[in-house]
């Protein structure tokens, strides 16, 4: 079936109201670049139209990429097929917190940030913060199980799904997990879909597990003279009886950029060459305690000094700049490459001393930064393509080398963007033959006409 000709069976059977004009923005999310044009943009009014669209494009044979806002950075919502974009942004709805239950249920178009705060209004807390949190939507971090900063103390987003409601590649409509904390029945079929890029099935409502909001939180930026001394701190922090939140890492480069950029919040020393940022929440009564221990770690680690920011506005202030930390790199070279590798922790400081190596092997500005907390770092490869003509040859094989050394340290090619297009040809690395392929077999049985994001993770 021609593009034009589904046009008009979906007009018919949704209604104009559901095509969208291609304005260009689908043709990229935020580290691919297109040219990746859809043929059709599709954005459903009701989660009973997604099921209709699906089973429209099943029966004909198209593929469909459904999409959240966009803020991938591996290339998971991009229509590489042609085909149908499903856009999920106007599925938008909280359609229920559950104070007694400790609960909510969502809409995948609803913004993290919105969910952030309705919880806070009823004294709730949603923790999993990508740092994105103010645009990226739910149903986006539901597809490739998004972290954050907090998943070092709370976890994934993964470990706050209870349920989905979800369309499978057929057009067939299912409710998969439970709305209780606990339950065994049959296969965990809601942890299978979390994290699965949007190849089995299309999530058109989550069932999100909340905790009780903290009462209190505080957050140290602790500057050390090189990353070796941070991740000691790291690893002081989480075995000397401090339960931090967060435990966020930059490196030389990094902070050479923030101190040059006077974005930071507090004094750094000159000779800082990596920092850390330590969040610790809780109850008020037994805060102080914390954070002498977190500063006492920091100190015992070699840390050339300890700033505690205890007041709402100083917080906000250092955690903006570590959540714009990508944008801050991106502003001083024209390209990034960003990496989400993610190693045990006692391979942390092997992994900071390789991306800095494979960047002087290639003669290329690596900077890392992330989540020490779980070993899950970003390391970004920096340059210009106009600067040689071999520059994106060298880029090419320093991103091989990453991905070579973390599983030579018993790492993963991805800690929370995902595989999508960019990491496709790489999973050879970590996954054995016989493993891969068990993955197709599920992915056929999910999905039997491969419409749904096909090509994504494993090859179509």
Known sequence: MTLERLRERVRAALGDAVLVADDGRYARDDGVEGPFVPGLVVRPRAREEVAELVALCHAHAVPLSPRGTGTGTVGGCLADHGGVVLDLAGLD?????????????????????????????????????????????????????AGGPRACKYGVTGNFVLGLDVVTGTGQPLRVGHRSIKGVTGYNLAGLLVGSEGTLAVT????????????????????????????????????????????????????????????????????????????????????????????????????LAVSVAGDA???????????????????????????????PLAQLP???????????????????????????????????????????????????????????????????????ISK?????????GPLRALQCE???VWDPGNILNPGKVFPA
Not at 99 to 120: D, F, K, N, Q, Y
Not at 331 to 343: I, L, T
Not at 375 to 388: K, M
Request: net charge neutral; aromatic share 4%.
């Open 93 to 145: 709805r909280i359609l229920d917190i559950d104070e007694r239950s400790l609960l909510a249920e969502v809409e995948p178009g609803v913004i993290t940030a919105t969910l952030h705060a309705a919880a806070l209004a009823r004294g709730l807390f949603y923790p999993p913060d990508p740092a994105s949190l103010k645009k990226c939507s739910l149903g986006g971090n539901v597809a490739t199980n």
């Open 204 to 303: 058109t409502a989550a069932t999100l597990r909340l905790v009780p909001r903290p009462s209190c939180a505080v957050t140290l930026l602790a500057s050390f003279a090189d990353e070796a001394d941070a991740c000691a701190a790291v690893h002081r922090c989480q075995t000397g009886g401090v339960v931090p939140a967060a435990l966020e890492f930059a490196d030389r480069l990094c902070v050479r950029v923030l101190t040059a950029s006077g974005g930071l919040a507090v004094p750094v020393p000159d000779q800082a060459r990596a920092l850390l940022w330590i969040e610790i929440d809780g109850d008020a009564a037994g805060l102080d305690r914390s954070i002498e221990r977190a500063a006492g770690c920091c100190r015992e680690a070699g840390a």
């Open 313 to 343: 506005a100083t917080r906000e202030r250092l955690w903006d700049v570590r959540r714009a930390l990508s944008h801050s790199l991106r502003a001083g070279w024209p390209r990034k490459v960003s990496e989400d590798v993610a190693v």
């Open 350 to 420: 092997a992994l900071t001393r390789a991306a800095r190596e494979i960047g002087a092997t290639h003669g290329l500005d690596v900077a890392s930064f992330g989540h020490a907390g779980d070993g899950n770092l970003h390391v970004n490869i920096l340059y210009d393509p106009a600067a040689s003509p071999d520059v994106t040859t060298r880029v090419d094989r320093a991103v091989a080398d990453l991905f070579r050394a973390t599983i030579a340290l018993g790492g993963t090619l991805s800690g929370e963007h995902g595989i999508g």
């Open 424 to 432: 496709r040809p790489f999973m050879a690395l970590e996954q054995s």
């Open 442 to 444: 599920l992915k056929r």
